[in-house]
Protein backbone atom coordinates (compact mmCIF):
# COMPACT_ATOMS: atom_id res chain seq x y z
CA UNK A 1 0.00 0.00 0.00
CA UNK A 2 1.75 3.26 -0.58
CA UNK A 3 1.01 6.26 0.80
CA UNK A 4 -1.44 7.62 -1.12
CA UNK A 5 -3.39 5.12 -0.73
CA UNK A 6 -3.09 5.09 3.03
CA UNK A 7 -4.09 8.50 3.22
CA UNK A 8 -7.20 8.00 1.17
CA UNK A 9 -8.13 5.13 3.32
CA UNK A 10 -7.20 7.05 6.27
CA UNK A 11 -9.51 10.09 5.09
CA UNK A 12 -12.19 7.30 4.70
CA UNK A 13 -11.94 5.85 8.14
CA UNK A 14 -11.89 9.62 9.80
CA UNK A 15 -15.43 10.47 7.50
CA UNK A 16 -17.39 7.17 8.66
CA UNK A 17 -15.71 7.62 12.13
CA UNK A 18 -17.04 10.77 11.86
CA UNK A 19 -20.64 9.26 10.54
CA UNK A 20 -20.92 6.50 13.37
CA UNK A 21 -20.00 9.30 15.86
CA UNK A 22 -22.75 11.58 14.95
CA UNK A 23 -25.21 8.54 14.95
CA UNK A 24 -23.84 7.58 18.03
CA UNK A 25 -24.88 10.67 19.51
CA UNK A 26 -28.09 10.91 17.69
CA UNK A 27 -28.96 7.79 19.70
CA UNK A 28 -27.78 8.87 22.97
CA UNK A 29 -29.78 12.05 22.55
CA UNK A 30 -32.65 9.76 21.55
CA UNK A 31 -32.02 7.22 24.79
CA UNK A 32 -32.52 10.09 26.91
CA UNK A 33 -35.71 11.68 25.17
CA UNK A 34 -37.16 8.06 25.70
CA UNK A 35 -35.96 7.70 29.00
CA UNK A 36 -37.74 11.00 29.76
CA UNK A 37 -40.76 9.44 28.21
CA UNK A 38 -40.80 6.36 30.88
CA UNK A 39 -40.06 8.60 33.44
CA UNK A 40 -43.18 10.82 32.79
CA UNK A 41 -45.50 7.53 32.09
CA UNK A 42 -44.28 6.28 35.34
CA UNK A 43 -45.42 9.05 37.16
CA UNK A 44 -49.01 9.33 35.02
CA UNK A 45 -49.48 5.61 36.49
CA UNK A 46 -48.44 6.24 40.28
CA UNK A 47 -50.99 9.24 40.00
CA UNK A 48 -53.63 6.86 38.04
CA UNK A 49 -53.34 3.77 40.89
CA UNK A 50 -53.66 6.69 43.18
CA UNK A 51 -57.08 7.56 41.96
CA UNK A 52 -57.92 4.37 41.33
CA UNK A 53 -57.06 3.58 45.51
CA UNK A 54 -59.27 6.58 46.28
CA UNK A 55 -62.24 5.31 44.05
CA UNK A 56 -62.07 1.47 45.99
CA UNK A 57 -62.17 3.72 49.10
CA UNK A 58 -65.34 5.70 47.83
CA UNK A 59 -66.96 2.30 46.56
CA UNK A 60 -66.30 1.01 50.02
CA UNK A 61 -67.59 3.64 52.02
CA UNK A 62 -70.87 3.84 49.63
CA UNK A 63 -70.88 0.31 50.15
CA UNK A 64 -71.08 0.69 54.13
CA UNK A 65 -73.81 3.47 53.64
CA UNK A 66 -75.85 1.40 51.57
CA UNK A 67 -75.40 -1.60 54.15
CA UNK A 68 -76.42 0.52 56.90
CA UNK A 69 -79.34 2.01 54.87
CA UNK A 70 -80.86 -1.76 54.10
CA UNK A 71 -80.76 -2.58 57.99
CA UNK A 72 -82.68 0.65 58.54
CA UNK A 73 -84.81 -0.23 55.70
CA UNK A 74 -85.30 -3.35 57.16
CA UNK A 75 -86.10 -2.14 60.59
CA UNK A 76 -88.73 -0.39 59.11
CA UNK A 77 -90.55 -3.03 57.46
CA UNK A 78 -90.64 -4.76 60.53
CA UNK A 79 -92.06 -2.08 62.96
CA UNK A 80 -94.49 -1.20 59.52
CA UNK A 81 -95.54 -5.00 59.78
CA UNK A 82 -95.77 -4.57 63.64
CA UNK A 83 -98.20 -1.59 63.12
CA UNK A 84 -100.12 -3.22 60.49
CA UNK A 85 -101.01 -5.48 63.11
CA UNK A 86 -101.77 -3.26 66.07
CA UNK A 87 -104.06 -0.81 63.61
CA UNK A 88 -106.09 -4.46 62.77
CA UNK A 89 -106.17 -4.94 66.43
CA UNK A 90 -108.23 -1.91 67.16
CA UNK A 91 -109.98 -1.69 63.86
CA UNK A 92 -111.46 -5.20 65.00
CA UNK A 93 -111.80 -3.83 68.23
CA UNK A 94 -113.70 -0.68 66.98
CA UNK A 95 -115.75 -3.12 64.79
CA UNK A 96 -116.68 -5.56 66.99
CA UNK A 97 -118.41 -2.75 69.64
CA UNK A 98 -122.16 -2.69 70.45
CA UNK A 99 -122.31 1.01 71.78
CA UNK A 100 -122.86 3.54 68.37
CA UNK A 101 -123.03 6.93 69.00
CA UNK A 102 -123.48 6.86 72.26
CA UNK A 103 -122.09 10.15 74.18
CA UNK A 104 -119.49 9.48 77.34
CA UNK A 105 -120.99 12.64 79.06
CA UNK A 106 -124.69 11.67 78.89
CA UNK A 107 -123.70 7.99 80.33
CA UNK A 108 -121.48 9.51 83.57
CA UNK A 109 -124.65 12.15 83.97
CA UNK A 110 -127.03 9.03 83.82
CA UNK A 111 -124.52 7.29 86.94
CA UNK A 112 -124.38 9.85 88.88
CA UNK A 113 -128.25 10.80 88.58
CA UNK A 114 -128.98 6.78 89.23
CA UNK A 115 -125.93 7.00 92.36
CA UNK A 116 -127.65 10.32 93.60
CA UNK A 117 -131.23 8.73 93.47
CA UNK A 118 -130.01 5.77 95.00
CA UNK A 119 -128.41 7.93 98.07
CA UNK A 120 -131.21 10.34 98.31
CA UNK A 121 -134.37 7.74 98.29
CA UNK A 122 -134.98 4.88 100.36
CA UNK A 123 -135.66 1.95 98.29
CA UNK A 124 -136.93 -1.50 98.84
CA UNK A 125 -134.68 -3.98 98.03
CA UNK A 126 -135.93 -4.88 94.82
CA UNK A 127 -135.48 -1.60 93.98
CA UNK A 128 -132.16 -1.04 94.97
CA UNK A 129 -131.17 -4.05 93.38
CA UNK A 130 -132.66 -2.82 89.66
CA UNK A 131 -130.83 0.23 90.84
CA UNK A 132 -128.02 -1.25 91.01
CA UNK A 133 -128.06 -3.32 88.12
CA UNK A 134 -128.92 -0.16 86.33
CA UNK A 135 -125.78 1.69 86.91
CA UNK A 136 -123.36 -1.36 87.17
CA UNK A 137 -125.08 -1.84 83.50
CA UNK A 138 -124.08 2.21 82.60
CA UNK A 139 -120.54 1.45 84.09
CA UNK A 140 -119.78 -1.69 81.73
CA UNK A 141 -121.36 0.90 79.04
CA UNK A 142 -119.10 3.56 79.69
CA UNK A 143 -116.45 1.51 80.11
CA UNK A 144 -117.27 -0.11 76.37
CA UNK A 145 -117.15 3.58 75.35
CA UNK A 146 -113.98 4.35 76.64
CA UNK A 147 -112.49 1.03 75.01
CA UNK A 148 -113.78 2.12 72.06
CA UNK A 149 -112.65 5.68 72.46
CA UNK A 150 -108.80 4.31 73.24
CA UNK A 151 -109.02 2.36 70.11
CA UNK A 152 -110.50 5.07 67.48
CA UNK A 153 -107.64 7.37 69.24
CA UNK A 154 -105.12 4.66 68.56
CA UNK A 155 -106.31 3.88 66.26
CA UNK A 156 -105.56 7.14 64.57
CA UNK A 157 -102.29 7.03 66.44
CA UNK A 158 -101.09 4.19 64.33
CA UNK A 159 -102.39 5.17 61.04
CA UNK A 160 -100.08 8.85 61.43
CA UNK A 161 -97.33 6.63 62.45
CA UNK A 162 -97.78 3.67 58.80
CA UNK A 163 -97.69 7.22 57.38
CA UNK A 164 -94.53 8.08 58.42
CA UNK A 165 -92.96 4.53 58.38
CA UNK A 166 -94.06 4.55 54.69
CA UNK A 167 -92.51 8.08 54.13
CA UNK A 168 -89.37 7.13 56.06
CA UNK A 169 -89.48 3.73 53.86
CA UNK A 170 -90.16 5.37 50.29
CA UNK A 171 -86.88 8.11 51.43
CA UNK A 172 -84.83 5.22 52.08
CA UNK A 173 -85.32 3.53 49.12
CA UNK A 174 -84.40 6.59 47.13
CA UNK A 175 -81.31 7.05 48.86
CA UNK A 176 -80.54 3.64 48.21
CA UNK A 177 -81.22 3.72 44.52
CA UNK A 178 -79.02 7.09 44.45
CA UNK A 179 -75.84 5.08 46.45
CA UNK A 180 -76.42 2.38 43.87
CA UNK A 181 -76.26 5.06 41.20
CA UNK A 182 -73.41 6.80 42.96
CA UNK A 183 -71.50 3.74 42.60
CA UNK A 184 -71.91 2.79 39.33
CA UNK A 185 -70.77 6.05 38.47
CA UNK A 186 -67.67 5.53 40.30
CA UNK A 187 -67.26 1.67 39.00
CA UNK A 188 -67.67 3.76 35.90
CA UNK A 189 -64.82 5.86 36.18
CA UNK A 190 -62.59 3.08 37.91
CA UNK A 191 -62.85 1.41 34.80
CA UNK A 192 -62.05 4.35 32.71
CA UNK A 193 -59.25 5.14 34.88
CA UNK A 194 -58.15 0.52 34.53
CA UNK A 195 -58.19 0.84 30.87
CA UNK A 196 -56.00 3.76 30.98
CA UNK A 197 -53.46 2.60 33.74
CA UNK A 198 -53.48 -0.45 30.81
CA UNK A 199 -52.98 1.90 28.04
CA UNK A 200 -49.92 3.44 29.87
CA UNK A 201 -48.57 0.10 31.04
CA UNK A 202 -48.38 -0.44 26.91
CA UNK A 203 -46.63 3.11 26.26
CA UNK A 204 -44.58 2.03 28.83
CA UNK A 205 -43.85 -1.76 27.54
CA UNK A 206 -43.07 -0.22 24.21
CA UNK A 207 -41.14 2.37 25.33
CA UNK A 208 -39.18 0.18 27.46
CA UNK A 209 -38.89 -1.99 24.32
CA UNK A 210 -37.68 1.27 22.39
CA UNK A 211 -34.97 1.87 24.97
CA UNK A 212 -33.30 -1.83 24.51
CA UNK A 213 -33.27 -1.46 20.42
CA UNK A 214 -31.20 2.04 21.22
CA UNK A 215 -29.20 0.65 24.05
CA UNK A 216 -28.00 -2.13 21.47
CA UNK A 217 -27.64 -0.15 18.45
CA UNK A 218 -25.67 2.38 20.76
CA UNK A 219 -23.44 -0.64 21.99
CA UNK A 220 -22.87 -1.67 18.59
CA UNK A 221 -21.86 1.59 16.76
CA UNK A 222 -19.20 1.68 20.37
CA UNK A 223 -17.84 -1.57 18.98
CA UNK A 224 -17.82 -0.24 15.41
CA UNK A 225 -16.01 2.97 16.89
CA UNK A 226 -13.70 0.51 18.76
CA UNK A 227 -12.83 -1.21 15.09
CA UNK A 228 -12.62 1.91 13.77
CA UNK A 229 -10.09 3.33 16.08
CA UNK A 230 -8.52 0.29 16.02
CA UNK A 231 -8.10 0.17 12.31
CA UNK A 232 -7.57 3.83 11.86
CA UNK A 233 -4.39 3.40 14.84
CA UNK A 234 -3.10 0.44 11.85
CA UNK A 235 -3.17 2.81 9.74
CA UNK A 236 -1.32 5.78 11.19
CA UNK A 237 1.10 3.20 11.94
CA UNK A 238 1.41 2.30 8.55
CA UNK A 239 1.45 5.85 7.51
CA UNK A 240 4.21 6.75 9.57
CA UNK A 241 6.06 3.79 8.66
CA UNK A 242 6.12 4.38 4.69
CA UNK A 243 7.37 8.09 6.33
CA UNK A 244 10.38 6.48 8.07
CA UNK A 245 11.03 4.00 5.30
CA UNK A 246 10.66 7.12 2.67
CA UNK A 247 13.08 9.07 5.26
CA UNK A 248 15.52 5.72 5.70
CA UNK A 249 16.03 5.40 1.98
CA UNK A 250 16.61 8.98 1.34
CA UNK A 251 19.94 8.57 4.28
CA UNK A 252 20.82 5.49 2.50
CA UNK A 253 20.85 6.87 -0.84
CA UNK A 254 22.68 9.94 0.28
CA UNK A 255 24.96 7.50 2.30
CA UNK A 256 25.82 5.55 -0.62
CA UNK A 257 26.47 8.57 -2.69
CA UNK A 258 29.21 9.84 0.48
CA UNK A 259 31.05 5.93 0.43
CA UNK A 260 31.40 6.70 -3.75
CA UNK A 261 33.05 9.66 -3.35
CA UNK A 262 35.24 8.38 -0.08
CA UNK A 263 33.28 10.36 3.08
CA UNK A 264 33.42 8.99 6.20
CA UNK A 265 29.63 8.21 7.13
CA UNK A 266 27.80 8.86 10.33
CA UNK A 267 25.73 6.39 12.76
CA UNK A 268 22.71 7.64 11.43
CA UNK A 269 23.91 6.99 7.98
CA UNK A 270 25.24 3.69 8.77
CA UNK A 271 22.05 2.36 10.50
CA UNK A 272 19.98 3.73 7.67
CA UNK A 273 22.09 1.69 4.68
CA UNK A 274 22.32 -1.12 6.90
CA UNK A 275 18.59 -1.30 7.29
CA UNK A 276 18.26 -0.98 3.81
CA UNK A 277 20.79 -3.83 2.11
CA UNK A 278 19.06 -6.33 4.57
CA UNK A 279 15.40 -5.68 3.00
CA UNK A 280 16.87 -5.46 -0.17
Do not use: C
Amino acid sequence: MNEEEILREIYELKEKYKRLEEERIKVVTEKAKISKEIEEVKIKLNNEYQKKNELKSKILEKINIKRDLIQQLKNNREELDKLMREREEALNQIRGATIREVNEEDIKKKIEEWEWYQQTNPLPKEKEKEVIERIAELNKILKNIRRISNAKKRFAEIKGEIERKIKEKNQLKEKINEINKEINEINKSKKEIEAKIEVLKEEKRKLSEKINEVINEEKKIKEKLLELQIEFNKLKFLKRREEEIKVMMEIAKRAREKLNRGEKLSFEEFKALMEVEEHK
